[in-house]
């Protein structure tokens, strides 16, 4: 009899290369990007500066973030093709719909790959200026309202919530989108970038790593877990209810979605910064986010203390991004889709960084069925 090879299920503890863009200590709670903590670029920098850092692997001087923030200006408009697609399917899931967009951008690219890493951080560019804008015409599609052009005069963040609302956001909003997307620009190997890089490990071009990355991120163990998580906490509906839900669904081994991480054993860092911005909108919010507030108080107290140290099961970055999203005007149905806008940075970072050593990922599984079975034609199946 052949010994069983060992299966790490779902890659777990399993190195698939070495990398100078992120790391995740999940045992102490920390992020960094290029070696800069999570917690000094969500307070300092910007998203733009934050781009420049993990394409380049290092933070821009006044020139050269001038010159970058003119390269993603120029990228932000899409083509009426494009437009006419996403109209075609405004009624569809917005992430399915941005996912078909960012294939289809790369009909506009003469040479969708490169060799060059010069040429895919222009890419690269195109790709992370044009999926906010994409995101908030299917945004503004959804309500049956029509596509805002970009305005040059705004950030990146800002921009982005001017063309999905309609109007320009004050500084303490604009300050809160571009906090959202810095936390949700890179997260070293999950399952999206991991997609982005198999697909890309064949030389595939970028936009269709970048496009495999947006299927993987759409799932509730991953990206999804933000909707899941709000739409769990409209549910509960009245914050007095909050225990009995989490009570019922632990006992009934339900998962309580924005809780739990592969990696972190601990308090993700950067549901640690959201956090500290609930209270900082409460004032400012109607009494519907008031209540999600409320119960995602309530729920966290109540998981960390029922699993968070004893089960290493703390809340991760879905769990209060819901509140915050709604009450920058993000609704519910947009959620991946903007959580997929910021993550386009590292995706593609992790592209150009791979291919300078490229290996095609081609990993085994064990074959565990028959084998030299007699062949019946179908006449004689029963
Ligand atoms: N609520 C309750 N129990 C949980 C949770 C949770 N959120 N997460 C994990 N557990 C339990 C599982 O039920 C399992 O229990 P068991 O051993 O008794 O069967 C145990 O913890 C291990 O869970 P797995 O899912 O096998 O562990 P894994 O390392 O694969 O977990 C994952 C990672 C998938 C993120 C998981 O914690 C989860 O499903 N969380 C909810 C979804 C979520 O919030 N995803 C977003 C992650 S952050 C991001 O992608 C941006």
Known sequence: MTEQVEIKEGL???????STICKVD???????YRGYKIEDLAEKSSYEEVCFLLLYGKLPNKTELEDFNKKLKGERKISENLKMLIKGFSTANTLDVLRTAMSAISYDDNQP???DETENIEKAIRIISKTPTIAAAIGRLKQGKEIIE????????ENFLYMLIGSKPDKEKSKLMD????????HSSNASTFATLVACSTLADIYAGVTAGMAALKGPLHGGADEAAIRMMREIGNPENTETYIEEALAGKRKIMGFGHRVYKTYDPRARILKTYLDKIKANSGEEINNFISISLRAEKMMIEKLGKSHGIWPNVDFFS???YLYLGIRIELFDTVFASARTVGWCSHVIEYWKNNKLFRPLEEYIGELDLG????????
């Open 375 to 382: 062949y019946t034609p179908i006449e004689e199946r029963t």
């Open 322 to 324: 819901g509140p915050l």
């Open 26 to 32: 999940g045992q102490q709670g920390k992020l960094y």
């Open 113 to 115: 790959y490169s060799a």
């Open 179 to 186: 906090v959202m997307f810095i936390l949700h620009a890179e």
């Open 12 to 18: 777990d503890g399993v190195y698939i290369t070495r």
């Open 150 to 157: 970009p305005d040059d005069s705004l950030g990146h963040a």
